[in-house]
């Protein structure tokens, strides 16, 4: 296969239609006899509903249907739950698991505001949200369950009184032996650190649209969600329905970051409105539905403790950790496991012992985002490394010198499971020359120069390190379909759905190469269930690893077909024939050369004769990955710190990063861009916050508090490049990186700037307010 | 309640009746059919919505149709110049100043009023010109180098 694109900074081919504004989101999707959905959410965080009264609001203008669970009770099933432990994983740790079901509408029971409790469905949304507000509900309010250590203790109010407990996963898990590590330890340092609740907040919210199709007994949904195939395979069970009835369509996505990759209750409630009322139905979910209804993330707290002999060498790392899962435990033991398989992370360590209680309360249901349980881990340990660097007098650059797994290290086994139940064993990359090439860029020697002097003169900078080592691309396969029609051109369909990362670019550029076509070619198509049979979606930095080389593989048995029917054409041997830029040749016979669209039609059968070869210039691969691939990276952050204020500017931040073999430079850079935004978003700003009766205090973009151009700094990237021997593109997984880094890196450089007054922050976000406090504290 | 609302979108004169409480949004997308214009928050925050009125930039959330009333309205459907691409939108495009493309078409019109304002920015000038739209996926410094080289275009 000839590298003619890939690696190349192709520009976007998706961008003209996004530029023109005739993308297509799903609130773009529209039906002749299009009903509207709203709906009626909890107001409360916990609470019995003893009593629903809708005769008020069916009777409002426009209403054609309003449904409670007992309305639709026939089609009421538990929605999907993922996060079983894998066989390898199961067998390695003793997971003590719990998960509850949960109905799209509430049965009897609200477990967090937001939770959904009737559905009006009508002629506009305008009234249909007008009935919302006429439904009468009799509440029994319960009691709320809003701390997550508190939740985990014997005696809490429960959530669901069948478990008789809070903890939904508990578990430990030991390498090593931490307690001779911790026995025979020069220095131990102890911390506990709190990373707060912070949200995905895509900018195109979720939305649904239905229709069924009485001909045939089919429905067509469209979903903004990162994984059709999911949302299928939900469906089949809701409708009882066999898969190919259902067909689930992922429009254009106005961002994702895991958000959209969980399991929801309208994925199935708005499908089943449709088929009941046999008219199209939509909902486009609005920014205060978003906030309390789609999932939230991180919130862990971590109380660490490391290990280490005065030189700085660490020796081990103990940990408990609580993360708070809001409602539902719909996740298994995804987040807490992932949280534990990185902790160690780019750092030689041999002995770690954790335990890990992960807590239902009564707040929105937790999902993976963006980095996915990592931006914790780091957090907890960058942290750590930095308060014993302080504690032994060293540079925070020096003592991960020291620990840093050098390149000759690898492959590095952990002696324990990754999160697929397979070994943790880091395949490629080297962290010190990360490490370097971020300080270097950063130019750190001479900003530890100015930072004293500008100390006398009152100005508090810092800089900040953190590094992470990523299990990527997790498995088991991603599904890829490759048709040439009569022309030559090329369609690839994959369960990957595209939410703005450019895959209709880099995996046409991937097929393009390895087909021999132009790149203009290639129409690529993902998340359409009815174009690929089995599929699982875009999510932990997976597709270009799955997806791509599903693609490369696909494209490489159509270009065998074509070289068959080529050579039968042609009057040549297969191992003569040469395809490139859209045309085969007998190699060395320039004159030969014909458009593939000649062999194409050739291969057809006519009333004349049998075609030359069968007309089969298809393939669908389904690439298995061994396990995940290990993407790293460093990132340096420069702060000043306004100490009269206690407001952080971002002066500098830099990223070196590895994601393997890239497939397109520009966009690689903007992935991290994107993810380092998220990151600081993190560290600075973004927090859901409840008060103590389970109520969410920042249920706008007013009070939840993203980014904008003038908090965020120009982002300094360089490219480290290790191929994974683990897939034949060489390729690493990329999306979440720049996400993981950015609390710990910024926390570590106010920690730095205000060094002087011995402030350690052990929380985020690092607000103003929480600033000043921590420096009121410290100060004489 | 319902009212005629008499209106100029991208050039074009349109009479429509609709209910008052309806938002210049909602009017552009359902009776007009002009989807380019999205809806991110409908409390006027994330500038997703954003559309030219009279040449300034309004959110199109926060004003209703009938607010709009013998106004010149321009949208992202009316940026390009047929099949020419704006020089902004063809900015952008060079600079990967997109990901996911739901905020860029109220940044588009809220930079192409901004540079008509401003047309030599600083970087912390573009910057400010944009905090009051969100983006998401690009961290904005695509974005920041799309809009300057837009602007450098020009001179």
């Known amino acids: 296969m000839g590298a003619r694109y890939f690696g190349a900074a192709v520009k976007r081919r998706e961008d003209p239609r996004f530029l023109r504004g005739e993308g297509r989101f799903v609130d773009d999707v529209t039906l002749p006899g299009l009903l509207h959905a709203a709906f009626l959410r909890s107001p409360h965080a916990h609470a019995r509903v003893a009593a629903i009264r809708t005769e008020a609001a069916a009777a409002m203008p426009g209403v054609v249907r309003i449904f409670t669970f007992s309305d639709l009770e026939r089609w009421m099933k538990p ?131 239905a229709a069924w199709d009485r001909r045939d007994g089919s429905v067509t949904t469209w979903n903004s969600t990162q994984v059709s195939h999911f949302v299928q395979q939900g469906l089949a069970t809701v409708l009882e329905l066999p898969p190919h009835k259902i067909r689930v369509v992922a429009p254009d996505l106005g961002g994702g970051f895991g958000t959209k990759a969980s399991g929801y209750a309208e994925d199935a409630l708005i499908p089943i409105a449709a088929r009941v009322l046999g008219r199209p139905v939509k909902w486009i979910e609005d920014r205060r539905e978003h906030m309390v209804g789609a999932a939230h993330a991180r919130d862990q707290v971590h109380a660490i403790a490391l290990a280490a002999r005065r030189d700085g060498t660490i020796l081990a790392v103990r940990d408990r950790i609580w993360l708070d899962l809001g409602a539902y435990n719909v996740w298994g033991i ?306 000043e710190v306004d100490v009269g204020t206690g407001l952080v500017k971002l002066l500098r931040y830099v990223v070196a990063h590895d994601c393997g073999k890239v497939i397109n430079p520009t966009i690689v850079e903007g992935q991290v861009h994107g993810g380092v935004a998220q990151g600081v978003g993190g560290a600075l700003y973004e927090e859901m916050v409840y008060d103590e009766s389970g109520q969410l205090l920042t249920g706008t973009l007013m009070d939840y508090l993203v980014p904008t151009a003038m908090e965020l700094p120009p982002i300094e990237t360089v490219h480290l490049e290790f191929p994974s021997p683990r897939n034949p593109l060489g390729v690493k997984g990329l999306g979440e990186g720049g996400a993981i880094s950015p609390p710990a890196a910024i926390a570590n450089a106010i920690d730095d700037a205000l060094a002087p007054f011995g402030v350690c922050v052990t929380a985020t976000p690092a607000s103003p307010a929480r600033l000043l406090a921590l420096l009121d504290a410290r100060q004489p | 309640m319902n009212r005629t609302v008499r209106l100029r979108v991208n050039g074009e004169r349109h009479e429509r009746l609709v209910e008052v409480r309806k938002t210049l949004a909602d009017f552009l997308r359902e009776d007009l059919a002009l989807t380019g214009t999205h809806v991110g928050c409908e409390h006027g925050v994330c500038g997703a919505c954003t559309v030219l009125l009279h040449g300034e930039p309004v959110r199109s959330c926060l004003l209703l149709a009938v607010q709009a009333e013998d106004t010149e309205i321009t949208t992202i459907e009316g940026l390009a110049d047929g099949e020419q691409l704006h020089p902004l939108q063809q900015a952008f495009w060079d600079h990967h100043g997109l990901q996911c493309g739901f905020c860029t078409p109220g940044i588009l019109l809220t930079a192409k009023a901004f540079l008509e304002e401003c047309p030599h920015p600083t970087d912390d000038e573009i910057r400010e010109a944009l905090s009051g739209n969100l983006c998401r996926c690009t961290g904005y410094h695509f974005i920041v180098e799309a809009i300057r080289a837009a602007a450098e275009g020009r001179r």
């Open chain 1, 79 to 209: 929605l999907p739950l993922f996060g079983a432990p894998p066989p390898g994983l199961a067998a390695a740790i003793r997971f003590d698991l719990r998960q509850a079901p949960q109905y799209p509408l509430c049965r009897d029971r609200a477990r967090h505001v937001g939770e959904i409790v009737a559905m009006v469905v009508a002629d506009s949304r305008y009234r249909a949200e007008d009935a919302v507000e006429r439904i009468e509900v009799d509440w029994e309010p319960l009691p709320p369950v809003v701390e997550v250590r508190a939740a985990s203790e014997a005696g809490a109010p429960l959530l669901h009184p069948e478990w008789a407990t809070n903890v939904a996963v508990a578990f430990t898990h030991a390498i090593g032996d931490t307690a001779a590590a911790f026995a025979r330890a020069e220095v131990t340092l102890e911390e506990t650190f709190t990373i707060q609740r912070y949200v995905g907040m895509p900018l195109e919210g979720r939305g649904v649209v």
């Open chain 1, 334 to 639: 995804v987040l807490p496991y992932n949280t534990v398989a990185h902790l160690i992370g780019p750092y030689r360590i041999r002995d770690l012992h954790v335990d890990v209680k992960a807590v239902v309360t009564s707040k929105t249901p937790n999902a993976p985002y963006r980095g996915a349980g990592r931006p914790e881990a780091v957090f907890a340990m960058d942290r750590a490394v930095d308060c014993l660097a302080r504690r032994l007098g060293m540079d925070p650059a020096d003592i991960r010198r020291r620990n840093y797994i050098r390149p000759d290290e690898l492959p590095y086994d952990f002696g324990m499971p990754y999160r697929d139940g397979n070994p943790l064993v880091y395949d490629s990359g080297d962290f010190p020359a990360a490490l370097e090439a971020a300080l270097s860029a950063v130019d750190y020697d001479e900003r530890r120069r100015e930072q004293g002097r500008l100390r006398a003169e009152g100005v508090h900078r810092g800089i900040g390190i953190s590094g992470y080592v990523e299990g990527t691309a997790i498995g088991p396969f991603e599904g890829a379909t490759i048709k040439l029609d009569l022309s030559g051109r090329v369609s690839v369909a994959t369960g990957a759905v595209n939410s703005g990362q450019g895959h209709e670019t880099t995996f046409a550029q991937i097929a393009a190469d390895a087909l021999g076509v132009p790149l203009d070619w290639v129409t690529v198509v993902g998340g359409d269930t009815a174009a690929v049979p089995f599929g699982v979606g875009t999510f932990a930095s997976r597709s270009a690893v799955t997806a791509g080389n599903s693609i490369a593989d696909a494209a490489s048995e159509v270009r065998s077909k074509l070289v068959r029917a080529a050579a039968a054409l042609l009057e040549a041997s297969p191992a003569d024939i040469e395809i490139a830029d859209g045309r085969a040749a007998v190699r060395g016979v320039p004159d030969s050369a014909v458009p593939l669209a000649r062999v194409i039609q050739a291969a057809i059968p006519t009333f004349a004769r049998p075609g030359v070869a069968a007309p089969d210039f298809e393939a669908t691969a389904y690439h298995h990955v061994p396990t995940v691939t290990y993407a790293s990276a460093v990132h340096v952050a420069h702060v």
